[in-house]
């Protein structure tokens, strides 16, 4: 069946650099991609999102990609840091008006000091 | 604001045993939703609910019932437990497209564990 997936499941970084979490889509009717980080023990906390009607959204220190003809998505941390450490998720909404998410495996974000 | 909060956090259950999960929001948000998150598998969506007194099936409904008699919680239920079912469990709400708290937000999990 369709499917959110990622490409790495674990992306160790130095402290200082600049990471690229990848996310892979198979659904091209999906309008509304979001990214979510989750540290051990705690529920997924929403980072940035985009619209299927943008390439490129920034927030503080990320930006997101979106590359809708090969269904390419991607987190760039700028400065990574020790506390971005954790699982990020990349997810899709499938539903129009409602959102109703389907989630990839995971990548594992390891940032040594 | 508590935002999210799900009951209990930890739970161990026998084969056969019956419990209910609890989840409470206070943003007013209209959708809720009841996830498991199992190794290597991400988060699937089990049920979910676009309104009080609605209920809906998601990705892995089989084995679990949910209610929402009240707007601001959401009951996952699980009348006969199986091991498969060990998992955290976790519960996000959102609000209406446009409301501003279209993004779904998470509570910080249950941890079911089932022998």
């Known amino acids: 069946g369709e499917s959110v997936g990622l490409h790495l499941p674990t992306l160790s970084v130095q402290e200082g650099d600049n990471s690229i979490i990848n996310c892979a889509y198979s659904n091209s009717a999906s309008d509304y991609f979001i990214w979510y980080k989750q540290e051990s023990g705690k529920g997924p906390q929403f980072i940035i999102d985009?619209?299927?009607?943008?390439d490129k959204r920034q927030g503080q220190r990320v930006t997101v990609l979106l590359n809708k003809t090969v269904k390419h998505l991607s987190l760039q941390i700028a400065a990574t840091q020790p506390g971005d450490s954790a699982v990020y998720f990349c997810a899709e909404n499938r539903e129009t008006g409602f959102q109703k998410l389907v989630f990839g495996t995971g990548t594992r974000l390891l940032v040594s000091p | 604001n508590a935002g999210v909060t799900q009951t209990p956090k930890f739970r161990v259950l026998k084969t056969g045993q019956s419990m209910t999960l609890l989840c409470a929001q206070d943003?007013?948000?209209?959708?809720m939703y009841w996830y498991r998150q199992d190794p290597g598998m991400g988060l699937r969506l089990i049920h979910y609910s676009v309104g009080e007194g609605t209920t809906a099936k998601g990705e892995v409904p089989d084995g679990y019932n949910v209610s929402r008699l009240k707007k601001q919680n959401f009951l996952l239920g699980l009348e006969s437990a199986a091991p498969s079912q060990t998992s955290v469990y976790f519960c996000a709400s959102a609000g209406v497209k446009g409301s501003g708290a279209n993004v779904l937000t998470f509570g910080a999990g249950s941890r079911l564990t089932v022998l």
């Open positions: 985009i619209r299927s009607n943008m």
């Open positions: 943003m007013n948000h209209e959708y």
